[in-house]
């Protein structure tokens, strides 16, 4: 019997230590970008961070606005760049807002590893640099996270002052879906807690999910929801990487929200 604890006591420790050395590599696969920054017409290249080498894309409104305007924050997912959002974004731009990409440290040309106090970190100096452009009205800069993302607007809101919140395909926070994989809470490194976020925010939200997601299930968009009784809820018929932007929803919330103006019209 002795025997037989002191093995499962090996096997425990054994598990555990797996579990908090690999839990960031799969949380964030690091995915390789191009060398070169895209040529795009209206984008600014920032870098961001203690070390000024994490990447960021200022997007400039491609209709003429009113200064100043109002602008996007976006997280991606955490098998995605910031390279690869540029051309969904034009929506966006077309209505008069600002947009800007902020990478992931260790993403793509970034440097840097990806944590999610590191990543707070870069949102916080994106989100200071953008406000105190004197073409930005920093009382209209909404976050929009998608999937991993949304932790980081999640956090973002709790550090900065945001008009609004869009959560797309994202969850409550990493907790219910470690359980899922057997991982126990105390082994959780990065929790991007979603829920607290959510529940503490005062201005307007608009969640976005698929109904058929089985990688973050529409429960954590439900949850989300519930704890922000003033927020908006659609479920989508697509799943976790499948969903079109639904522009004629974020556009009229972005609207609603103030972030657009009649004198940007």
Known sequence: MRGLLIFAGIVALLYGVAVLSLQRRVLYPRVPAPSRVPSVAGLEHWQLGP?????????KPTRAAAEPHGAVIFAHGNGELIDMWIPDFEPARAAGLAVLLVEFPGYGRSGGSASE???????????????????????????????????????????????????????SSTLPLAASMFVPAPLVLDRYDNLAAISAFAGPVLILHGERDTLIPPAHAEALHAASPGSRLHLLPCGHNDCPRRWDLLTAFFSEAGLTQEKDQ
Not at 51 to 59: E, H, I, P, R, T
């Open 51 to 59: 070390a000024s080498d994490v990447d960021a894309f200022y997007l």
């Open 117 to 171: 106090a590191a990543i707070a970190r870069i949102f916080e100096d994106a989100y200071d640099r953008l406000a105190a452009r004197p073409d930005i009205d920093a009382t209209r800069i909404a976050g929009y996270g998608r999937s991993l993302g949304g932790g980081a607007i999640g956090n973002l809101s709790r550090a900065r002052s945001l008009a609004a919140i869009v959560f797309e395909s994202t969850f």
